[in-house]
């Protein structure tokens, strides 16, 4: 199949390509997932591999042509590749920067020096929110853990009231906020404004964050008190360097896409002409391609030669932080093509069918649909693609700040009750040295008091937006 057949595939609406009953495509969306859950489970395949098997099956159980379900898994892979593979690179360029040239540790020791006792809890969220922005999760924890174990070991502070709210403004961020992978496939599928959502999406996070880090965290110490394991803090990225870059001008850096992001997003409201001339400048730099890209460059000044990095330096650290993202790249493509493959066979319209005659919210239905794939499979990132292009249908008739509003639905969805099926469960698990009982009162709490209450402050915003 050639390029252009290919966007004009994933471009174009296209007729359901079975003419199954509703009943029928249940049961083909049902052995579908449970086909992918049993692949990731059981046989410990690749979630690629996983989604793309998956994928062919849901289209035989809908009794779909075979060619045409190809197409359509080969078409959503091409077109979610395409909306996001940039940003996921890009981002995860700028968090290798960040974190070589010992940026977040600047961050990090900056807060770290100005709070002491019960502002401590508080300090370790906007640690780590400002360095999650960038970061992938797994990233982020494998960066903030030896500060978790430092300062809960010297401050003799219990493990969960430090490493609960970093754990929380890391996953909220992962969850709601552009550019993480999820959140971004989200926006391109139900096509969302990214300002919007970003703006929408911050007013969420900051309430959530506080309830499931800081106030949970006073819980989940008396819960589960351990210390901190001491062979689990690593060596800090910056204990090799001379010197690292400033604080202000780190938190700018990083800063510096949320801010050209969100003032395109203000632009857009104020202005509202889009031939005028400061609209399309901003629609221009405020794009999520040439906001991390500006980002990117400066970050390779401001952070990289701050720190002494040479060209070869630099040119060592872009290398190394693209090969990480190659699975995530592979497995948001498949989700892609699961999603699309999930819209060609008439599920999005079964859905919104299914929402008219239940009388159910769309934003309700959108997060539980996450929460059942991400109960499923594990996978918050799974979960918001696949959700995403189930719920699609629903954003037909959504206001702007609505479609924001589904994207936010269903990220929060995302992200209810990790276990044993969730990767993140076990790394936390580990690094933290706790048992199975002890994560799960701990990690699958917090991350289930996340997602009920970002979602509940969705359906909230919802009556009033």
């Given at each position: 199949?050639?390029?252009?057949?290919?966007e004009?595939?994933?471009?174009?609406?296209?007729e359901p390509?079975?003419?199954?009953?509703?009943?029928?495509?249940?049961i083909a969306?049902?052995?579908g997932?449970?086909?992918?859950?049993l692949l990731?489970?059981?046989?410990?395949?690749?979630?690629f591999?996983?989604?793309?098997?998956?994928?062919?099956?849901?289209?035989?159980?809908?009794?779909?042509?075979l060619?045409k379900a190809?197409?359509?898994?080969?078409a959503g892979?091409?077109?979610?590749v395409a909306?996001?593979?940039?940003?996921?690179a890009?981002?995860?360029?700028?968090?290798?920067?960040?974190a070589?040239s010992?940026g977040a540790?600047?961050i990090v020791?900056?807060?770290?020096a100005?709070?002491?006792?019960?502002?401590?809890?508080?300090?370790?969220?906007?640690i780590?929110?400002v360095?999650?922005l960038?970061?992938f999760?797994?990233?982020?924890?494998v960066?903030?853990?030896p500060v978790?174990?430092?300062v809960a070991?010297r401050g003799?502070?219990?493990?969960m009231?430090?490493?609960?709210?970093?754990?929380a403004g890391?996953s909220?961020?992962h969850?709601?906020?552009?550019?993480?992978?999820g959140p971004l496939v989200a926006i391109?599928?139900?096509k969302?404004?990214?300002?919007v959502?970003?703006?929408?999406?911050?007013?969420?996070a900051i309430?959530?964050?506080?309830v499931?880090?800081?106030l949970?965290s006073?819980v989940?110490a008396?819960?589960?008190?351990?210390p901190?394991p001491?062979?689990?803090?690593?060596?800090?990225p910056s204990?090799?360097l001379?010197?690292?870059?400033?604080?202000?001008?780190?938190v700018?850096?990083?800063?510096?896409?949320?801010?050209?992001?969100l003032a395109k997003?203000l632009?857009?409201i104020?202005?509202d002409?889009?031939?005028?001339?400061v609209q399309?400048?901003?629609?221009?730099i405020?794009?999520?391609l040439?906001?991390?890209?500006?980002?990117?460059?400066v970050?390779?000044?401001t952070?990289g030669?701050a720190?002494?990095f040479?060209k070869e330096r630099?040119?060592?650290?872009?290398?190394?932080?693209l090969?990480?993202?190659a699975?995530?790249?592979?497995i948001?493509?498949?989700?892609?093509g699961?999603?699309?493959?999930?819209?060609d066979?008439?599920v999005g319209?079964m859905?919104?069918?299914?929402?008219?005659?239940w009388?159910?919210?769309a934003?309700l239905?959108?997060?539980?649909?996450a929460?059942a794939?991400r109960?499923?499979?594990?996978?918050?990132?799974v979960a918001t693609?696949?959700?995403?292009?189930?719920?699609?249908?629903?954003?037909a008739?959504?206001?702007?700040?609505?479609?924001?509003?589904?994207?936010?639905?269903?990220?929060a969805?995302?992200?209810?009750?990790?276990?044993v099926?969730d990767a993140?469960f076990?790394?936390?698990?580990?690094?933290?040295?706790?048992?199975?009982g002890?994560?799960v009162?701990?990690?699958?709490v917090?991350?289930?008091i996340i997602?009920v209450?970002a979602?509940?402050?969705v359906?909230?915003?919802s009556?009033?937006?």
């Open positions: 199949m050639t390029r252009l057949s290919v004009m595939l994933a471009a174009d609406p296209v390509i079975t003419s199954a009953g509703h009943a029928q495509l249940g969306v049902l052995a997932i449970a086909v992918i859950v990731i489970t059981k046989f410990k395949l690749h979630a591999l996983a989604l793309t098997i998956g994928s062919l099956a849901l289209g035989a159980f809908a009794r779909a042509p060619d190809i197409a359509s898994f080969t892979l091409g077109s979610t909306g996001v593979g940039v940003l996921i890009l981002g995860a360029i700028l968090g290798k920067l960040l070589d010992g540790d600047q020791d900056t807060i770290l100005k709070a002491g006792g019960r502002a401590m809890p508080w300090a370790m969220v906007l780590a929110s360095i999650g960038p970061l999760f797994e990233v982020g924890i960066l903030l853990i978790v174990l430092m070991r003799n502070y219990s493990l009231r430090i490493g609960i709210p970093a754990l890391l909220v961020m969850g709601l906020i552009p550019p993480h992978p391109d599928a139900v969302a404004n990214l300002g959502t970003l703006a929408l999406g911050v007013l969420v309430p959530t964050v506080i499931a880090g800081p949970f006073k989940a008396r819960w589960v008190d351990v901190a001491e062979k689990m803090i690593p060596q800090r204990e090799d001379a010197k690292r870059p400033g604080f202000g001008v780190t700018a850096t990083v800063l510096l896409p949320v801010v050209l992001m997003a632009v857009d104020v202005v002409d889009p031939g005028a001339t399309r400048v901003f629609d221009v405020g794009s999520p040439v906001a991390l890209l500006s980002a990117v460059i970050g390779m000044f952070l030669r720190a002494g040479g630099l040119s060592s650290t872009v290398e190394k932080s090969a990480p993202i699975g995530v790249l592979m948001v493509g498949a989700g892609g699961f999603k699309q493959t999930l819209i066979i008439g319209q859905i919104l069918d299914f929402s008219e005659d009388s159910i919210p934003l239905l959108a997060w539980l649909i929460v794939i109960l499923a499979t594990g996978s918050a990132t693609i696949s959700a995403a292009g189930l719920a699609a249908p629903l954003a008739d959504m206001s702007t700040a609505h479609t924001a509003l589904l994207v936010l639905a269903i990220g969805g995302s992200l209810f009750f990790s276990h099926n993140g076990w790394l936390v698990k580990e690094y933290f040295g706790l048992d199975v002890q994560t009162k701990t990690w699958s917090m991350e289930t997602s209450v979602g509940a402050l359906l909230l915003l009556l009033v937006l």
